[in-house]
């Protein structure tokens, strides 16, 4: 049993789509999506993508991704890399998968001269809290979340 860690192409667009769907149900969202597959492709697989992807596949399974995508940090004066989901499929899990999709998002943030990784855990998901500290990751509790969206970014 063997797990490969791909970037994903436009063909994997249902696949992303298929992962950010059960990602939803399990944060408890699952009619929240409204993403596509042609927005996924659009926005991902052209000229100036806006994010990347990679998948985990599991003998030839699809089984997990990482999504991501550069920001700049204006304070130490380099990119970095928002890790906007890491997900692997109930039946894939503790099988090292998530370990490996972000160890690969970390050797794409030293080859491109990153100096971080961010990301976000909802504060009920207790697995991934343990995972992200057992590999040395920064809890940065003085800091909330906002976020501006719908009719009030409209008004903005």
Do not use: H
């Amino acid at each position: 049993m063997r797990t490969v860690i791909r970037r994903a192409t436009a063909a994997d667009a249902a696949q992303i789509l298929e992962f950010i769907r059960a990602l939803a149900a399990f944060e408890r969202a699952p009619d929240a999506v409204t993403a596509t597959e042609e927005g996924l492709i659009r926005d991902g697989f052209g000229p100036n993508p806006l994010y990347r992807c990679l998948i985990a596949d599991y003998d030839g399974q699809p089984a997990g991704f990482a999504f991501y995508f550069f920001n700049y940090s204006k304070w130490v004066g380099r990119p970095g890399i928002y890790v906007e989901d890491l997900f692997v499929l109930p039946q894939f899990r503790r099988l090292g998968i998530g370990r490996e999709l972000l160890r690969q998002v970390a050797a794409i943030a030293m080859e491109t001269g990153c100096q971080r990784l961010q990301w976000e855990v909802l504060d009920w998901n207790t697995p991934a809290i343990d995972f992200y500290r057992a590999i040395g990751a920064e809890f940065l509790d003085e800091w909330r979340n906002v976020r501006l969206s719908g009719e009030a970014l409209e008004r903005l």
